[in-house]
């Protein structure tokens, strides 16, 4: 899901930083979803915005939390916030940054990720853009038809990698 909801996100024009946040926020939205979105009793309400593991200053937070707001990519919104001019996706008060994709989702693929990455790519380029900026229609036209395939695929082309 991440790889290819990040693909959707760089096709429609995010920069490559920008779509891998969407890609590994969209992938914990939709994880989180399948399980059901239910706080545990007692749990505190999300108050402040986690800033990502690099330290940042104090005045550096305080201007990145000014830049917080829903951002739209077709017709799915998510939080975003701006750190150095680019967009970054969060859920709660988690920042999904570049080097998170990579971590999670990247690192898998070792040095097949690029192989990857330029299939979901081609992928989504062979959707008219309506398809893409539709929540729904990318799921029922691009991941859900593809999913356990490409799941399967990608997998074995790493393990034949090692």
């Not at 926020?25 to 749990?43: E, L, S």
């Not at 399967?152 to 393990?159: F, N, P, T």
């Amino acid at each position: 899901m991440a790889v290819l909801q990040a693909a959707r996100a760089y096709v429609l024009g995010l920069p490559l930083n920008s779509a891998k946040s969407w890609g590994l926020n969209r992938a914990i939205f939709y994880a989180a979803a399948k399980k059901g979105f239910v706080k545990p009793k007692g749990v505190p309400e999300i108050k402040e915005v986690k800033i990502p593991e690099k330290a940042i200053d104090k005045k550096t937070q305080e201007k990145i939390i000014k830049t917080f707001k829903i951002f739209y990519l077709g017709d799915e919104m998510a939080y975003s916030v701006k750190i150095d001019n680019e967009i970054y996706f969060m859920i709660g008060n988690e920042i999904q940054s570049p080097e998170g994709f990579y971590k999670q989702v990247e690192q898998r693929f070792g040095k097949k990720f690029k192989q990857a990455w330029d299939e979901a790519i081609k992928i989504c380029k062979s959707f008219d853009k309506a398809v893409l900026k539709s929540q729904r229609y990318f799921f029922e036209a691009v991941y859900k038809p593809r999913r356990d395939e490409l799941a399967s695929k990608w997998s074995e082309m790493v393990r034949s990698s090692v």
